[in-house]
């Protein structure tokens, strides 16, 4: 049997083969990534592992209706730097 792939190779092999054409990230809930996730990693808990690789820079989650969309962090739309946003309002 092939060796299981490590969370983070899970999640962004999940976001590239689950988005839809013409999006860059994939809902966590309707897409079936949490149930995959749990049914591979023997019940772990998604939500814990994808905050856990949010906080590491691997992937970006941003909330929507119904839980979160997962994205690589090259295609999140809207980053969250601060500098960029202070220096667009002219605060910076």
């Known amino acids: ?4 792939l490590s969370h983070e190779e899970f999640v962004k092999k999940a976001i590239v083969s689950l988005r839809k054409e013409g999006y860059k990230g994939v809902h966590s809930v309707y897409s ?3 149930e995959a996730f749990k049914k591979y990693f023997d019940g772990e ?3 814990e592992v994808t905050n856990g690789l949010a906080r590491e820079g691997k992937i970006v989650i941003r909330p929507v209706k119904g839980g979160v969309m997962l994205y690589l962090p090259e295609d999140a739309p809207g980053g969250s730097d601060a500098d960029q946003t202070l220096k667009k309002m002219g605060l910076s």
Not at 1 to 4: F, L, S, V
């Open 45 to 47: 808990n998604p939500v």
């Open 1 to 4: 049997m092939t060796e299981k």
């Open 32 to 34: 079936g990534f949490n």
